[in-house]
């Protein structure tokens, strides 16, 4: 039973444009969600965090936010860059082990 | 480079045979991590190391997978009579402490069984 789930396997944007991933949780012990990054043969790369005190995090062009009362959380990405062409893995932890969804695939088309 | 290391980056062997995979976490952090990816899914938990605390195990999928951390740093995964179905991409990461931190990935040793 997947606590964490990512259910867009892809999403196709134009470059410039804004790019949302989404991310569901069953779990509501979850209180640190985390976004990561993965290009072909190299491991995750953090992206950006939210703690569930806050609704909204913002670092450059990525926005996390977060609805606890849906038990989700989204990524935008603005502009959008051919660069970001990735996979974008979800996490969410509520002790030490975070849990992982199994990722979107996001192409940006120049 | 500061990052986390792991060796070898790819590994190809035969079904039966046993396989050993190192991981060398960031300097001064205390949380390891293991886990595998299979083809189309999602980071599979396998065991987690906090200090000089017990493990948590209660990733890995059957008694053939064992792991250890020596003086707190560099860890082995062990896989003992290897299956095809233990083909993977096995990933290592590291944390500064357990508790709400992100974690470093190394870029993974990727596990082929003949």
């Known amino acids: 039973d997947q606590q964490v789930k990512q259910n867009s396997p892809s999403l196709s944007v134009q470059e410039g444009r804004i790019s949302i991933l989404n991310c569901d949780y069953t779990?509501?012990?979850?209180?640190?969600f985390l976004w990561y990054k993965k290009y072909p043969a190299e491991g995750p790369t953090f992206l950006i965090s939210?703690?569930?005190?806050?609704d909204k995090n913002e670092d450059g062009r990525f926005t996390v936010f977060l609805n606890k009362s849906a038990k989700h959380l989204s990524l935008h990405i603005v502009p959008s860059q051919p660069g970001d062409s990735a996979v974008y893995f979800c996490?969410?932890?509520?002790?030490?082990?975070?849990?992982f969804g199994r990722g979107t695939s996001l192409i940006v088309h120049p | 480079g500061a990052g986390v290391s792991q060796s070898p980056s790819n590994k190809v062997t035969e079904k039966g045979k046993d396989v050993e995979l190192r991981c060398d976490p960031i300097?001064?952090?205390?949380?390891l991590y293991w886990y595998r990816q299979s083809l189309g899914q999602g980071l599979e938990f396998l065991i987690y190391?906090?200090?000089?605390?017990?493990?948590?195990k209660s990733g890995l999928p059957s008694d053939r997978f064992s792991a250890e951390r020596t003086g707190g740093s560099v860890s082995t995964l062990t896989i003992q009579r290897t299956q095809q179905e233990d083909s993977a991409v096995y990933l290592c990461?590291?944390?500064?402490?357990?508790?709400?931190?992100?974690?470093?990935f190394g870029d993974g040793t990727r596990l082929s069984i003949l």
């Open positions: 990461a590291s944390s500064l402490t357990a508790h709400n931190q992100p974690q470093h």
């Open positions: 779990n509501s012990m979850f209180d640190y």
């Open positions: 939210i703690s569930s005190i806050k």
């Open positions: 996490a969410a932890s509520g002790s030490y082990i975070p849990t």
């Open positions: 300097s001064g952090h205390t949380a």
């Open positions: 190391f906090q200090g000089n605390s017990a493990p948590d």
